[in-house]
């Protein structure tokens, strides 16, 4: 059976979670304990390189990493239902959104920088959480204004069905609640997150929810 | 016109010049002094909210950020040459080798997080190029193994042509050599390169080549 090698908390591994169950697919978890730094094992470095989770492997044997290139993988092998808008311009947006937050928000916020800034740069406690919740308000701020400006907005990130981008957003806001960032100036996120968390795949994908969580 | 946003040294700009280079696509440039704070400017939010660049603004006045759902807005709409493979296998290897770049390194090590580090963290400048390199040597140390290990690798990261992977990985090796890192460790990344810069669109895109060029 399909196996992903996630965490309870890792929003990577959240992301492919929603994906799996929105698209109805059946699989197993295997828990990488990053608090325990079983990511840097050699059992998770044969599948991963880089020492992250999550790793999708498939049930015939293809091992797949980074969580947007899974996310697109599931949609191509199993379109329904679908991640991504049926035109260009739509898909482009999605893209965009989401990689606003993984690739502007998310890498600058992970266990691993965290713990640098503290343990290389001596950074005390205040100071990173301030470090967290800027780029939480960076990015988020950038976020409210496309959704609210950008006629594509519908419930979701992008009409009104969960995209790649909504995928994005609520392991994001996840975050942003457990390291209290005050998301009061957000109220076009927090809407969508609502609805998004209303839908039982989000539900069951919820770092509460998994076998691992502690 | 097709007018690209961006800034001679961006590696984010830089992916997507070499997309519209490989594609022959013409374009008109539109720089954003990064060092000077335009993209913080009233114009460039308008057409990005991150206030960063690129931005692709299409001659039917779309507007389009995010590199890396750019570079496949251009790879959907002028399928040729190709800067995916044709099977989804294919395909998530060479988002993951891209999203190992653009999501794990080149955001840790972009201008306005450096300039936190020295503004709000009081960072030294030794411990910045620490951080700099350390970043570096993370992802570049997983990407050889990657490249090395996995059967899709030929002349380029997948295949004889080159993918969305080669157009994030040569401006980050760019980044690299310009912060003297050392790239003695990765063979197969430099070799890579090489093929990469001996073609005329990968030269055509290069931050030395732009009318902005300091």
């Known amino acids: 059976m399909t ?15 929603i994906a799996m169950h ?8 295997a828990p990488v304990n990053l608090v325990k730094g079983e990511q840097r094992g050699e059992d998770n470095l044969a599948r991963n390189p880089q020492g992250l989770v999550p790793s999708l492997v498939t049930d015939d044997g293809l091992v797949l990493n980074q969580s947007l290139a899974i996310c ?7 379109p329904e239902p679908a991640l991504l808008p049926g035109d260009a311009a739509g898909r482009a947006r999605v893209r965009a959104l989401a990689q606003l937050v993984a690739c502007e ?27 967290y919740r800027y780029w939480i308000a960076e990015g988020f701020q950038a976020l409210e204004a496309m ?7 519908g419930d979701f990130c992008h009409g009104d069905t969960p995209t ?6 609520v392991p994001q806001v996840f975050n942003a609640e457990r390291f209290e960032c005050d998301l009061s ?6 809407r969508i997150v609502a609805n998004c968390r209303a839908l039982p795949a989000f539900e069951q994908a919820a770092p509460g929810a998994q076998p691992d969580a502690g």
Not at 72 to 78: M, N, R, S
Not at 185 to 190: D, K, L, N, Q
């Open 3 to 17: 196996t992903l090698y996630g965490y309870f908390r890792s929003s990577a591994a959240y992301r492919v979670r």
């Open 22 to 29: 929105l698209k109805g697919l059946a699989f197993e978890q």
């Open 72 to 78: 697109e993988y599931l949609d191509e092998t199993h």
């Open 105 to 131: 928000v998310h890498p600058l916020n992970n266990l691993r920088v965290l713990k640098y800034l503290v343990g290389e740069l001596g950074v005390e406690e205040d100071a990173k959480l301030a470090w």
């Open 147 to 153: 959704l609210t400006r950008e006629a594509g907005t």
């Open 164 to 169: 790649l981008a909504d995928l994005c957003l």
């Open 185 to 190: 100036a957000y109220p076009r996120i927090r």
